[in-house]
């Protein structure tokens, strides 16, 4: 037989979902059970309600098919289609329970959690109320409609007052910014920060977009600008074009990569030709801007200790190699080679020609010490 009871007051006061001490000391109703029964527990009386159960603590709404509530232990167990609502948020679980004493709840199975624009999926969930802070275990999904980024993995935290999202078991951080533009990263810890649209990845870094790969041991990553940071032994990598320092900055634009900062023990390399490996043009400086168009390098700035190796590509076959260095240089590429150099303060250089390129190749990359068939300097 099914019965409806209303205004019965359980006497609990609630943590969990409550926006304020004032909730916090309400007590819970029960709005609704088809069966009602209370049994005497080993410490304490012990009710039992089924189907359709109902109960409310100010704005806060529980649904579920059961529920227990064991007055002694301060606890409320709730299983089956298990619903918390709020205004501001839900919550959906096989099974939750809520720890009267404490402030803490637990959901486990196919749990679910709705707040501002954050969706979250789990295996469990236990919520501090105290601290509006969860933790995820078990293929832990965080979504971000707002920013249409995900962050996944097996462990993980969720502030709700920081919008900080954090992943420290398989994390996995994916932001798709159009049909065919998103950005995967690994590492062993992962932080989102949903309010200012902000990565920090540490630890075995793994960034890639389209068709740029970067590695490092930190990585801050900002929606705004598109903006990138790598430190700890950076590497970065577009198609077969390499770049390192001791930091790197990435700039994207229109689905690509736009421009990269060198800073640091800068060096970046780039086949001569597209089909082989050997021999590169080798850049490298204390500080380096490279821009981009189109699938290759467009230009290359290089400050401080400044020093160019570019090999010299005609149709009819091999000019040679020239090995320049200075305080600056800025290069203009075009399909990967060389159209013009600008060499300024304390210039020196040096033509190899075709014939002596082998001198290079075994190992001579600088100025400094390379051999000097034809030298010219300023």
């Known amino acids: 037989m099914r019965c409806a009871i209303v205004g019965f007051v359980l006497l609990v006061a609630p943590g969990y979902f409550a926006p304020d001490a004032a909730q916090a000391q309400a ?27 109902w109960i409310v603590q100010d704005t806060l709404s529980i649904t579920g098919d059961h529920a227990v509530y064991d007055e002694t232990a301060g606890t409320i167990l709730f299983t089956g289609n298990v619903h918390f609502q709020e205004p501001t948020r839900q919550f959906w679980a096989n099974q939750a329970i809520y720890y009267e004493r404490d402030g803490r709840a ?40 707002r920013e249409n980024a995900f962050m996944t993995g097996n462990l993980g935290t969720y502030n709700r007052e920081t919008e900080r999202g954090a992943m420290t078991q398989d994390p996995r951080l994916v932001r798709y910014f159009g049909e065919n533009d998103s950005m995967v990263v690994d590492g062993r810890v992962i932080e989102y ?35 990138a940071q790598l430190t700890g032994s950076p590497i970065l990598k577009r198609s077969r074009d390499v770049m390192q ?19 640091g023990r800068a060096q970046a390399t780039a086949p001569v030709d597209s089909l082989l490996p050997e021999p590169v043009n080798r ?39 020239n090995l320049v260095s200075g305080d600056r ?41 390379a051999p000097r068939p034809v030298r010219v300097e300023n």
């Open 283 to 321: 850049a490298t400086g204390r500080r380096m801007e490279l821009t981009f168009k189109g699938s290759g390098i467009d230009s290359l700035y290089i400050q401080g200790n400044a020093a160019s190796l570019y090999y010299v590509r005609e149709e009819e076959g091999s000019k040679g190699a």
């Open 245 to 263: 320092a001791d930091t790197v900055e990435a700039f994207f634009a229109e689905e690509r990569i736009d421009r990269v900062l060198l800073m």
């Open 329 to 369: 240089i800025k290069l203009w590429m075009q399909n990967g080679r060389v159209r013009w150099i600008s060499v300024e303060g304390g210039t020196e250089g040096t033509y190899y020609p075709w014939q002596l390129e082998k001198l290079i190749s075994a190992g001579e990359q600088s100025p400094g010490t």
């Open 193 to 227: 920060y949903f309010k200012s649209q902000q990565a920090v990845v540490t630890d075995s870094v793994h960034l890639r977009r389209n068709d740029f790969d970067a590695w490092g041991q930190k990585l801050v990553y900002k929606d705004e600008g598109e903006w």
């Open 27 to 53: 007590p819970i109703e029960l709005k609704q059970a088809d069966q009602l029964r209370i049994e005497q527990g080993p410490a304490g009386p012990i009710r039992y309600l089924d189907g359709n159960v």
């Open 106 to 145: 637990t959901g486990d199975g196919n749990v679910r959690i709705e707040q501002d624009s954050i969706e979250i999926y789990c295996d469990r969930a236990i919520y501090h109320e105290e601290r509006r802070e969860v933790n995820l275990v078990g293929r832990v999904r965080l979504h971000s409609l």
